[in-house]
């Protein structure tokens, strides 16, 4: 079983940065593809990018392509999202979740899920 913990997030302006993090205890985390997906109020998730087990491969949906990217350390068994020239569209409750597919674009399609941290971009 693989837990998964989250940091980072919080508010900005747009056009600034944020990076995210995803530390996981509890299981082989290299085996695992890891997702970062988006939420506002009364919608679902929405499908960020991933990264395939190893980092050798990432993939970004159209509205976050450019700006963010997504890496792994799997000796430390942390992902990340790191986002920058912020957009207020893309204020939202982030997650990260690991699956073994690669990629898995469907929230409720991955095995374990972190808690979720609140990005907010707003002048």
């Known amino acids: 079983q693989v837990q998964l913990a989250q940091s980072g997030g919080g508010s900005v302006q747009p056009g600034g940065s944020l990076r995210l993090s995803c530390v996981a205890s509890?299981?082989?985390?290299?085996?695992?593809?890891v997702g970062w997906f988006r939420q506002t109020p009364g919608k679902e998730p929405e499908f960020v990018g991933a990264i395939n087990w190893s980092g050798s491969t990432t993939y970004y949906e159209d509205p976050v392509r450019g700006r963010f990217t997504i890496s792994r350390n799997n000796t430390r068994n942390t992902a990340y999202l790191q986002m920058d020239r912020l957009k207020p569209e893309d204020t939202g409750v982030y997650y990260c979740?690991?699956?073994?597919?690669?990629?898995?674009?469907?929230?409720?399609?991955?095995?374990?899920r972190g808690q979720g941290t609140q990005v907010t971009v707003s002048s």
């Open positions: 979740a690991a699956t073994l597919a690669f990629p898995s674009v469907v929230f409720a399609g991955y095995d374990f």
């Open positions: 509890g299981g082989t985390f290299s085996r695992y593809a």
